[in-house]
Nanobody
Framework: QVQLVESGGGLVQPGDSLKLSCAAS????????MGWFRQAPGKERKFVAA????????YYADSMKGRFAISRDNGEHTVYLQMNSLKPEDTAIYYC???????????????????WGQGTQVTVSS
């Protein structure tokens, strides 16, 4: 199994930046890619960004391109999500997830992720 623990959420003002972290432990050698998702109250969980563990290929939801950046530190088994120019509509619980399934040249779909973190709350409000 893989255990994922997110951190870095909080309350920020519009226009601020925030960096989330997700530390993986356990069978990390089995991870093919990791992703960030978010879920606002009453809404579906949606894809934010993903990164392949070995090659570092990155994928973003269209609305996140240019504002969010995903990265990883293989040595620390940690994936990051740098979020800039935050807006109130970015308010959500952000989840980290991992999958051992291979998807060529595309981010894995939500249902492909084997393991999920507990989530970290991000609130953007003035």
């Amino acid at each position: 199994q893989v255990q994922l623990v997110e951190s870095g959420g909080g309350l920020v003002q519009p226009g601020d930046s925030l960096k989330l972290s997700c530390a993986a432990s356990g069978r990390t050698f089995s991870i093919y890619s990791m992703g960030w998702f978010r879920q606002a109250p009453g809404k579906e969980r949606k894809f934010v960004a993903a990164i392949t563990w070995s090659g570092g290929n990155t994928y973003y939801a269209d609305s996140m391109k240019g504002r969010f950046a995903i990265s990883r530190d293989n040595g620390e088994h940690t994936v990051y999500l740098q979020m800039n120019s935050l807006k109130p509509e970015d308010t959500a619980i952000y989840y980290c997830a991992s999958t051992d399934r291979y998807y060529r040249n595309q981010p894995p779909p939500l249902y492909a992720y084997n393991y999920w973190g507990q989530g970290t709350q991000v609130t953007v409000s003035s």
